[in-house]
């Protein structure tokens, strides 16, 4: 599975550095905790295991940026956080008018690659329209990208999105990212046809 | 004027706690226990009798337990139209920064348990900061303590 995910690979990088940085520091502040919480969790002993989905109903109200460091924490963590549900709610949560039923949205989206996909490609680098971030998008995917067409996507958005960075997204931006993401779907396809001498 | 029923909720440190019945039934779970036992019960056995209305929380200590009361207390008229909603948020943003961090995870474990859906709302929210980074990996530790 190579790269259109080159956005999420420097979020993850991102995030495995926290990752490293927490666990040292974990490490003297999980023992502290442990004896301070010693009492607690003696107390409680049906309480070792925080169960899937009180997980779920936690990340339910976390942002975006959150929930991708939260998958880095752990398996089951990392299980919970993958539900497309989570992120189907990430995306959806700014789209003011989204022009169809929810379901059906669900279901186009799914079959293109996911709301995680969408978002981690389309939405999370155009709601951090810091100039760095915008260039390494268009040049990471002029490079992953067979075909010029994402990145000539990718430059004319600059201007619009570096003017209002968290509006609320309106039909337009919708259907402009869900294009993209069909975009890239129907690249991938056409690249694997193009193997065996079309 | 009519002096309310009172339910006794016993924790698992076998500590007891005497709440008002409506307060107590702010918790589905605690309800469905209270009304299967008045199902129980014989025509016979008069009102009066104790024993009948003890609940008991196998997995609640006290201490968290007294925190979900203290949280039930404050929201057992949120059904009537005559709520605040300000001071509501402001008693219930009060109330996370007051527990410690320790209590809010068993808070959050004993909202689930209770199935009191507006805490396990409240405290959802408030797991997660939005205030920097450093804040978000702490209130990660928070819920990963509570793995550990």
């Given at each position: 599975?190579?790269r ?9 990088n ?9 666990e ?7 023992e502290?905790q442990?004896?301070e919480?010693?009492v607690?969790?003696?107390?409680g002993?049906g309480?070792?295991n ?6 779920f109903e936690v990340?339910?109200?976390v ?5 991708g460091?939260?998958?880095c ?6 299980k919970t956080?993958?539900d ?14 989204i ?7 669900r279901?186009v ?9 969408l978002?981690s490609l389309?939405i999370?680098p155009l709601?951090r329209p810091?100039p760095?971030s915008?260039?390494?998008l268009?040049?990471s995917?002029s490079?992953?990208?067979?075909s010029?067409?994402?990145s000539?996507w990718?430059?004319?958005?600059k201007p ?6 968290h509006a609320r ?9 869900l294009s993209?993401l069909?975009?890239?779907?129907y690249?991938?396809?056409n690249y694997s046809n ?5 | ?10 924790s698992l440190?076998g500590?007891t706690?005497e709440?008002?019945?409506a ?7 605690i309800?469905?226990m ?10 016979v056995?008069d009102?009066?009798?104790?024993n009948?209305n003890v609940v008991?929380l196998?997995k ?8 979900v009361?203290e949280y039930?207390?404050?929201h057992?008229?949120?059904d009537e139209?005559v709520?605040n909603e300000?001071e509501?948020?402001?008693w ?18 004993a909202a689930y348990?209770?199935?009191?859906q507006s805490?396990l709302l409240?405290l959802?929210k ?9 804040k978000?990996?702490e209130d990660?530790?928070i819920?990963l303590a509570?793995?550990q």
């Amino acid at each position: 599975m190579k790269r259109g995910f080159s956005m999420a690979e420097e979020g993850d990088n991102k995030m495995k550095k926290l990752k490293v940085e927490e666990e040292e520091e974990g490490e003297d502040k999980i023992e502290q905790q442990q004896q301070e919480e010693e009492v607690v969790i003696v107390q409680g002993p049906g309480f070792t295991n925080l169960d899937d989905n009180l997980i779920f109903e936690v990340f339910k109200h976390v942002d975006a940026r959150t929930l991708g460091m939260a998958s880095c924490v752990s398996k089951q963590w990392h299980k919970t956080a993958q539900d497309e549900r989570l992120w189907e709610l990430i995306c959806t949560r700014h789209w003011a008018n989204i022009g169809c039923g929810n379901q059906q949205l669900r279901s186009v989206v799914l079959a293109l690659g996911g709301f995680r996909r969408l978002h981690s490609l389309y939405i999370w680098p155009l709601t951090r329209p810091s100039p760095s971030s915008l260039s390494s998008l268009s040049s990471s995917s002029s490079s992953s990208a067979p075909s010029s067409s994402s990145s000539s996507w990718a430059a004319p958005l600059k201007p619009v999105v570096a003017a209002k960075p968290h509006a609320r997204w309106g039909k337009d931006e919708v259907n402009l990212s869900l294009s993209l993401l069909s975009i890239r779907f129907y690249e991938k396809m056409n690249y694997s046809n193009r193997g065996p001498g079309r | 004027m009519s002096s309310k029923k009172m339910i006794t909720l016993k924790s698992l440190d076998g500590r007891t706690l005497e709440v008002e019945e409506a307060v107590a039934k702010k918790s589905p779970m605690i309800k469905k226990m209270i009304e299967d036992e008045d199902v129980m019960e014989d025509e016979v056995d008069d009102e009066d009798n104790d024993n009948d209305n003890v609940v008991h929380l196998r997995k609640v200590t006290y201490k968290v337990l007294d925190k979900v009361m203290e949280y039930c207390k404050r929201h057992v008229n949120d059904d009537e139209k005559v709520v605040n909603e300000d001071e509501l948020k402001a008693w219930d943003q009060d109330f996370i920064v007051k527990t410690d961090k320790s209590t809010l995870c068993n808070l959050l474990l004993a909202a689930y348990y209770l199935n009191i859906q507006s805490l396990l709302l409240l405290l959802s929210k408030n797991a997660f900061h939005k205030t920097g980074e450093d804040k978000t990996m702490e209130d990660m530790r928070i819920l990963l303590a509570c793995q550990q």
